[in-house]
């Protein structure tokens, strides 16, 4: 969850932490060293190794598995996940971000209410919710049988198992992590900023485009990461709404682990996933900072 | 030039501005002095469009503004926590207006460098707000403002958040740029030094309406109404009652310690019985009993020395409190320590009779 501390808000002080310091960060570095920086350890080695018949890796360094990915199929296949990821992500923007600025510019006490309905669906399993979208919108499901009930149609439309219920599934998964740190910038805008502006003869387009835009851009650039990030890798919705019939990137991966006893080339597949994302994250990153260092034309 | 004609403002079931006239004239620096809480926050907004009043109507240069956005009004105000773009540096703050108004890039820049060398801020063009002091940040604040060239700037709390050095300089500053630029200036504060300091003319506030208008001068040497001579520098604040028949000159009888006669204007017609208002430099003080009328024999409380003057507390035999305040050395001719007995001398012009609103009526 680095992406919460983008440049334009993070102040280094230029000082590394003391004893006591490393003291305090010592479980969480533990913790990183044998969960993430040993997995990704073990995945990069299995990325360079074989396997032989019943599907055991061999150690034999190998870079066939690199090259197997550049085959049209996972290109494809990697193409799809980012366009997905991008149209829910772009979505997530366009329903999340009027909601955050709602939200962000109301009384406190609606504030605080509405800030708890957005946190509500963390109270129930990620999966159970995910169950309970497909019942929605199944052929015999809610939504068909309210549309024919009011007699919108008259069979039931197929969302189900198709790309449509994925991307629905997938804003309805990361909509709060866009719109969280949305939220967290437009809280801090000062209002009379606007003001400001209106004042000086912007009108609302302009007042937007100039003044709420800019000020949350680190906002928006966060909840971008938030929400492609995972969206791109995420398997599980693929799976139970896409009905496997669209594989994206994280089925081809979980395939290759589970199902198709290649752990080598799921290996190398997610260290090349992994470093994409590095080269998308640090874009973002690199492009905030010259936003808000630069100053302009 | 700017004219409210009977506005009022209401927040929920709190009346912010009750319904009040108003007429700056063009070229004026009009001041909204109050406490907080006195609408004259409302009245500004009223003014640069950010509210909309319940009733009544907002004049500009003859036009009927009132439905009109803040950004189709001709008026530009600084606001009192500046406001700067933090994502913009010096130049593109100052330029902002003239971009909203799309003034060709060539007139623009000679305008923004032309203000921005007027406030003084030459060399910072291409800093961000954040690392400017605050009085820069000020001069950013106003240079933003005057660059479109308004006919009409408004001013809420501008220097509140300088400090007292600052705040003084840029009084000066402040009110030598109006004078050069013409433009209107309307200003709020709470500050009654700085209204007195800047001003033209000052609008004290109360309550959601106007107690008195008037120069810096009327203001302070005849306070319309008790609560502007509480509210606009110190006061000593006794009660008066009139003695004589009601036919020739008034002569009232002060805090029980004294009988005074007063020129006829100085008393309200008809009035029995006031609360008179007697600004603290204006009393005198003396060791031994002077030969005017007026004198009250008083014991010195309490000597503060503040630099250029001194503040003197004392009481009455009868235990009224006044208070006067003397240059610093004017007390070194007699022995007044804390504690010796004096004489303290209250001139009949030196009085004025604000009068309450019960009194007066509505506000003129």
């Not at chain 1, 280094?12 to 305090?24: E, I, N, V």
């Not at chain 2, 009109?68 to 902002?96: I, K, T």
């Not at chain 2, 004392?314 to 050395?329: D, N, Q």
């Amino acid at each position: 969850m680095q992406a919460w501390a983008l440049p334009s808000e993070s102040v280094s002080t230029g000082r590394r932490p003391g004893a006591g310091g490393w003291l305090l960060l010592a479980p969480m570095i533990g913790w990183l060293t044998i969960f993430v920086a040993a997995p990704m350890g073990f995945l990069l080695v299995y990325s360079f190794c074989g396997r032989d018949d019943l599907g055991r890796v061999v150690y034999s360094f190998t870079g066939e598995n690199y090259a197997r990915i550049l085959d049209p199929i996972y290109l494809r296949i990697l193409g799809r996940s980012a366009a997905y990821a991008a149209l829910s992500t772009l979505l997530c923007l366009v329903i999340g971000f009027p909601a955050a600025w709602f939200i962000a510019r109301s009384p406190e006490r609606r504030k605080e209410r509405l800030l708890v309905l957005l946190m509500i669906p963390f109270w129930t399993s990620f999966l159970i919710r995910t169950y309970a979208w497909i019942a929605i919108l199944k052929s015999e499901g809610l939504l068909n049988g309210l549309l024919e009930w009011a007699h919108v149609i008259t069979a039931p439309l197929d969302i189900l198992y198709t790309p449509v219920a994925v991307v629905i599934g997938l804003v309805y998964a990361y909509l709060p992590f866009m719109m969280l740190p949305i939220y967290g910038s437009a809280e801090k805008l000062d209002p009379s900023l606007i003001e400001a502006a209106h004042d000086l003869g912007a009108g609302p387009t302009r007042v937007f485009l100039e003044v709420i835009l800019p000020l949350t851009r680190p906002g928006i650039g966060a909840g971008v990461l938030l929400v492609f990030v995972p969206a791109l890798g995420m398997f599980a919705i693929t799976d139970l709404m896409g009905g496997a019939r669209v594989p994206m990137i994280g089925n081809v991966i979980q395939n290759q682990f589970v199902k198709a006893r290649n752990a080598p080339f799921g290996a190398a597949l997610g260290v090349v996933f992994t470093l994409l994302f590095v080269v998308v994250y640090t874009w973002v990153l690199r492009r905030g900072a010259r936003k808000s260092a630069g100053g302009g034309p | 030039m700017v004219e409210l004609r009977g506005v009022s403002k209401s927040f929920g079931s709190i009346a912010a501005v009750t319904p009040t006239d108003l007429a700056v004239r063009a070229g004026e620096f009009m001041t909204l002095l109050g406490p907080s809480g006195c609408g004259k926050t409302t009245l500004l907004r009223l003014i640069s469009g950010f509210e909309q009043p319940d009733e009544g109507s907002v004049h500009l240069d003859g036009r009927d503004v009132t439905r009109l956005p803040p950004n189709r009004r001709d008026v530009n105000q600084v606001f009192q926590s500046y406001a700067l773009f933090p994502h913009m540096n010096v130049r593109e703050n100052v330029g902002f207006g003239l971009r909203m108004q799309r003034t060709a890039h060539s007139e623009a820049a000679a305008r923004v460098k032309e203000v921005i060398e007027l406030m003084g801020l030459g060399g910072c063009e291409d800093r961000r707000p954040e690392r400017l002091s605050g009085g820069q940040r000020q001069r950013v604040a106003l240079a933003r403002a005057i660059v479109t060239r308004p006919s009409v700037l408004l001013l809420d709390e501008p220097l509140s958040a300088l400090d007292a050095k600052l705040r003084e300089q840029m009084q000066a500053e402040l009110k030598g740029l109006q004078r050069r630029l013409g433009i209107t200036f309307i200003l709020v504060t709470h500050d009654q030094g700085e209204a007195l300091a800047m001003s033209d003319r000052i609008a004290v506030l109360n309550l959601g309406r106007i107690e008195q208008i008037g120069s810096p001068a009327e203001i302070y040497g005849s306070p319309a109404t008790d609560f502007v001579a509480g509210f606009v520098g110190e006061s000593n604040r006794l009660v008066a009652e009139r003695i004589d028949d009601g036919t020739g000159l008034p002569r009232v009888r002060v805090a029980d310690l004294v009988e005074i006669e007063l020129a006829a204007h100085q008393w309200p017609f008809g009035l029995s019985q006031a609360v008179i208002s007697v600004r603290p430099e204006r009393l005198r003080l003396a060791k031994e009993r002077p030969a005017e009328a007026g004198a009250i024999e008083i014991r010195i409380r309490e000597r503060t020395f503040h630099g250029a003057f001194e503040r003197v507390r004392m009481e009455s035999g009868s235990g009224v409190v006044l208070l006067a305040t003397v240059p610093s050395g004017a007390l070194e001719g007699f022995e007044c320590a804390v504690g010796t007995l004096a004489w303290c001398v209250l001139r009949p012009e030196s009085i004025t009779v604000p009068v309450s609103y019960a009194a007066a009526g509505p506000a003129p």
